[in-house]
């Protein structure tokens, strides 16, 4: 009998999560903090359920800050750096904006501390509530998680809520 090798494998999974909230605030003012990811002044004392348990942080409201590198607040193209309140940071793409529709898109281009994920690509869009005046805002992401077999569990039973 031949002796076996403990070898680590390596188990390649892309989600596609949903999150939304409803804000007592207009769209249309809105819309201009979240054009420029101006993440640091979108709710900051507001706790939500963590998205990214397997990361330690929830999505925009535990932002320190957010630091132009090149481009342009609102320019696609434009590369910036979110500095998570943790000392974390992610810098970040702009791939799409559409001021008609109300969306912006990203994708993570690096993090440090490392994410083990091979991409995370999101879209934050805000839709006017019609019966008053507040804003439903969604953030759909796109990852691409690529770590060990144990990490990929926790990951999906997180997201299967068990």
């Known amino acids: 009998m031949l002796p ?8 390649v999974c892309s989600t596609h999560t949903y999150e939304s909230t409803v804000i007592q605030e207009s769209a249309s003012k809105l819309w201009p903090i979240f054009r420029s990811l101006s993440l640091e002044k979108i709710l900051p004392n507001k706790a939500i359920k963590n998205p990214f348990s397997f990361i330690k942080r929830p999505f925009f409201f535990q932002v320190n800050k957010v630091n132009w590198l090149d481009g342009a607040a609102g320019q696609v193209g434009s590369h910036l750096e ?15 904006i559409s001021d008609l529709n109300h969306f912006i898109s990203y994708e ?6 490392p994410l083990g994920t091979s991409s995370l690509q999101a879209t934050i869009r805000l839709l006017r509530v019609t019966d008053e005046q507040h804003t439903f805002i969604s953030w759909v992401y796109n ?8 990490e990929f569990f926790e990951l999906y039973n997180f997201l299967l809520g068990n």
């Open 4 to 11: 076996l090798k403990k070898q680590d494998s390596t188990v």
């Open 108 to 113: 993570l281009v690096e993090a440090e501390p």
């Open 143 to 150: 990852i691409i998680y690529k770590e060990r077999n144990i």
């Open 82 to 96: 979110i500095v998570w309140k943790d000392g974390a940071s992610w810098k970040v793409l702009i791939t799409e």
